[in-house]
């Protein structure tokens, strides 16, 4: 079982910047991937980011590629997803998320759905919301 706790939204302007953080409270993170997904009111969820807890490995979904940086503490178990120019768009509850048996290539994937194909076992929080206003 994996714990999960998202925190660092709130309400910006267009053009402004925060940084989600999402604790994991686990010991068995060391070598899967984790990421980001999004999912505003009315929408489909959205895989935004994922990153090798072994490693430096990272995937980015085109919609936030160059604005959003995903990246990790391993010492203390904590995913970061830095957003900078974000947009009205943005506005959504965005979610971390532990994907166990994904392959990175479809880490992406995996985080826009809550279906677990066979052998894959995901996790995410309660999610924190983010608010772009124009």
């Known amino acids: 079982q994996v714990q999960l706790m998202e925190s660092g939204g709130g309400s910006v302007q267009a053009g402004g910047s925060l940084r989600l953080s999402c604790l994991a409270k686990s010991d068995a993170i060391s070598s899967i991937y984790m990421g980001w997904f999004r999912q505003a009111p009315g929408k489909e969820r959205e895989g935004l980011a994922s990153?090798?807890?072994?490693?430096?490995?990272?995937y980015y979904a085109d919609s936030v590629k160059g604005r959003f940086t995903i990246s990790q503490d391993r010492a203390n178990n904590t995913l970061y997803l830095q957003m900078d120019n974000l947009k009205p768009e943005d506005t959504a509850m965005y979610y971390c998320?532990?994907?166990?048996?994904?392959?990175?290539?479809?880490?992406?994937?995996?985080?826009?759905?809550?279906?677990?194909?066979?052998?894959?076992?995901?996790?995410w929080g309660q999610g924190t919301q983010v608010t772009v206003s124009s």
């Open positions: 998320a532990a994907l166990f048996g994904v392959p990175g290539s479809r880490t992406l994937q995996a985080l826009s759905s809550a279906h677990e194909e066979e052998g894959e076992r995901k996790f």
């Open positions: 990153i090798f807890t072994g490693g430096s490995r990272t």
